[in-house]
């Protein structure tokens, strides 16, 4: 008989690091240390070794180690493995629809490399933005699978946008969103009486179930005339899915919260009153989520204080309050208005950091040495009270004259925040300086100037300030866990694409500016210099905004990744609850985990951030849409007028040239141009067939403003004289 051993079997060291990296690729977006790896490759007894692949993966350019000993696939490395993903025909797959003007639309898949094409007559009742069910019908590996949607399981927004009409005897509205194709039948028994021709909001109550039914709906506000700036702007906020008002069962919790704190609200609490502490914040801002503090310690440290509203105070879990805030996710930011995650009562009033009142916080204090260095901190519920509400421009001066009230704390947190600056980019922190455009509107809401918001130092300061608060939140819980993970809300940023990033290379080098791409780190410099360069190089600024587009976007997520752009390994969202929701789960869970430890189910929690990342983006979306709104209202009584911009994009049709000042981007068609013109290389150059001349990205150009179209947020432009070139 053979005597069996008893000693592990141990794998070939060229079998376990296939297995180390096999087990990479297969989480792709995940980090693990040595000994989760090898805990997972169920060699326990061999960490030292799965460490020493990790390290040699990561010289290979294989992994990358996002924190200290923790290391996840490199996404500039391609597996060497050629194996095709299974065909995708026949399956059905989940996604979100993303609707065309035609009435067809393509289904945005996680699982699938890419979007399914579905004909107008394949949506199935399906509308913008809908998550849907959708069956493959061919895999197209050239071009995108086709399939047909079978089943909506969730709609992106029920209200719409419309215009009454007669037909048949039956009321109907006329949706103006191109994303629902679909007219609504109203129960004329539901709503106001309505007539017409009359602007109205409508709420689809009862979807249609067979094709060419109409969907039914009531009204439940009817609006001014056709085509005023408060109607487009609320069509923007409903085709985005947001909701314009708060449901009865909001008012009504509302209705039951005292306009004053009581002993109750403050019992057990840290007193933060007597602590010298301050807002700064925009000229029209009403909701002030943050303040800071400072002080001396007597062991010739500084404290720092970070105060946060403490919004979990009010809305608890379960009540109808927290349900809509989640619904929402975040306050949209338009150009003339804002739409509140929270109702104003608490927003503006409660918890708001107003000066002069006690307010509930949710407090983070940091201890600092005389290096900066971050030695203690401590974060708890708190009270204070705020003794100056600052506008920015007035904390500016304080800071430029030197003198002013709390001038010993605004100077000496400026000195902190610039030395935090240097280190986080000195670490790898990547500095994105874009333009961000304002507008100044006149008693109608029309824009009759249009400027770019300044970036001073004390924006930077209390940025800066943010940053650390979120930073060592995250840093808190990760460091915290003893055993399992302590599930968290973190703001997590990938690496760039590299396809996407090699394609901008090009782009940077035609303009003259060489990147590295050799590494992640590398490639944050380069973003660095570039950022440098562009202030004394004008051609070069047309960069700035295709580099923020050939990097990842940054989401929630339960899975820890670092935050690349920031250069951090730790970072959540705190410091905002008023206006995002993502802060709010923050705080409970930090809370939670203050005196004891916490574990919220991370299944339940990463859903939640997937949806919050996804209204995040319709945010933007919104935001967006309304600033093109508003340049083409302003450019529109200024049609005729010459205007200096900068090629900023190409298509076949012709060049995208951005309006200097304005920022405002139009379409110059190349055959209303004076030569055939072709694009030449990666999308980079346009060049004219009679005369030779080169129309490149960057160039400065002098154009008309031949057209404006506000419903389709369009300029049209002639070229007038290209600079340098004639």
């Not at 995650?341 to 009033?349: F, R």
């Not at 690496?495 to 590398?522: H, R, V, W």
């Not at 190349?670 to 004219?688: C, N, P, Q, S, V």
């Amino acid at each position: 008989m053979t005597k069996k051993s008893n000693k592990p079997h141990k794998k070939s060291k060229g079998s376990l690091k296939a297995k180390v990296l096999s087990l990479l690729e297969s989480k792709s977006n995940k980090a693990y240390s040595a000994k989760q790896v090898a805990k997972k490759l169920k060699v326990p007894q061999m960490i030292s070794e799965v460490a020493s692949y990790l390290s040699q993966l990561e010289k290979d350019g294989k992994a990358y180690q996002v924190a200290e000993g923790k290391f996840r696939l490199d996404r500039f490395y391609k597996k060497e493995s050629s194996s095709s993903s299974s065909n995708p025909e026949g399956q059905v797959f989940k996604g979100k629809v993303d609707m065309t003007r035609s009435g067809s639309a393509y289904v945005v898949c996680e699982d699938l490399e890419k979007d399914v094409y579905v004909s107008s007559r394949k949506v199935g009742g399906a509308l913008n933005g809908d998550t849907v069910e959708v069956r493959i019908f061919t895999g197209g590996r050239k071009t995108n699978p086709s399939g047909e949607i079978i089943k909506v399981t969730k709609r992106h927004t029920k209200e719409f946008i419309g215009t009454v009409y007669t037909s048949d005897n039956r009321t109907l509205v006329g949706s103006d969103n191109y994303g629902n194709p679909y007219d609504i039948w109203l129960h004329t028994e539901a709503g106001p009486p309505v007539e017409n021709g009359d602007k109205v909001i409508v709420e689809v109550t009862e979807w249609a179930e067979r094709p060419n039914h109409f969907p039914r709906g009531k009204v439940v506000e009817k609006l001014g005339k056709e085509g005023s700036d408060d109607i487009e702007m609320k069509a923007i906020l409903l085709k985005n899915g947001f909701h314009l008002n708060f449901p009865d069962e909001v008012e009504k919790e509302l209705s039951t919260i005292p306009e004053d704190i009581s002993n109750e609200d403050t019992s057990g609490r840290a007193d933060l009153r007597e602590l010298d502490t301050f807002t700064i914040d925009p000229a029209d801002a009403k909701d002030f989520d943050d303040a800071l503090s400072f002080r001396k310690l007597d062991n010739g440290n500084v404290e720092v204080g970070v105060h946060i509203a403490d919004v979990t105070h009010y809305i608890k879990e379960g009540m109808a309050m927290d349900k809509e805030a989640m619904e929402r996710s975040t306050s949209v930011y338009l150009v003339d208005r804002v739409l509140p995650m929270l109702p104003e009562k608490l927003s503006n009033n409660l918890c708001s950091l107003r000066p002069n009142v006690d307010r509930l916080t949710f407090s983070a204090l940091f201890e600092l040495d005389k290096n900066n260095k971050v030695v203690k901190r401590w974060f708890g519920k708190a009270i204070i009270h705020s003794k100056r509400r600052f506008t920015y421009e007035e904390a500016q001066e304080v800071m430029d004259n030197r003198k002013g009230d709390f001038a010993d704390s605004l100077l000496p947190l400026n000195e902190i925040a610039e030395k935090l600056r240097e280190k986080r980019f000195k670490e790898g922190s990547i500095n994105f300086e874009t333009d961000e455009v304002r507008f100044k509107l006149d008693e109608e809401g029309y824009p009759i100037e249009i400027f770019v918001k300044e970036r001073k130092p004390v924006h930077m300061l209390v940025e800066d300030f943010m940053l650390l608060a979120n930073r060592e939140v995250g840093a808190f819980i990760a460091e915290k866990k003893d055993g399992p993970e302590i599930p968290f809300i973190y703001r997590v940023h990938d690496l760039p694409d590299p396809m996407k990033i090699a394609d901008f290379a090009l782009f940077a080098k035609e303009l003259g500016f060489n990147f590295d791409l050799s590494t992640p780190q590398k490639i944050a410099r380069s973003f660095n210099r570039l950022t440098e360069a562009s202030r004394t190089n004008s051609a070069l600024e047309v960069l700035q905004p295709l580099a923020i587009r050939s990097m990842s976007k940054a989401v929630y997520t339960a899975n820890n990744i670092g935050h690349y752009g920031l250069g951090f390994d730790y970072y959540s969202h705190f410091t905002s609850p008023i206006r995002r929701y993502s802060d709010v789960l923050a705080h409970r869970i930090l809370e939670k985990n203050l005196k004891s430890v916490y574990r919220m189910d991370k299944e339940v929690l990463e859903k939640r951030c997937k949806y919050i990342s996804e209204m995040e983006r319709h945010a933007m979306d919104a935001e967006r849409e309304s600033i093109k709104y508003k340049q083409v209202e302003f450019l529109q009584k200024r049609v005729g007028e010459e205007y200096d911009g900068y090629v900023t994009g190409m298509i076949e049709r012709g060049i995208f040239v951005e309006l200097e000042n304005v920022l405002c981007e139009g379409l110059i068609a190349f055959d209303a141009m004076d030569d055939y013109y072709e694009m030449t290389g990666h999308r980079l150059a346009a060049r004219g067939q009679k005369t030779g001349r080169i129309i490149k990205m960057g160039d400065k150009i002098r154009v008309k403003l031949l057209g404006t179209d506000l419903g389709r947020r369009q300029i049209e432009l002639e070229l007038l004289k290209h600079y340098d070139k004639d």
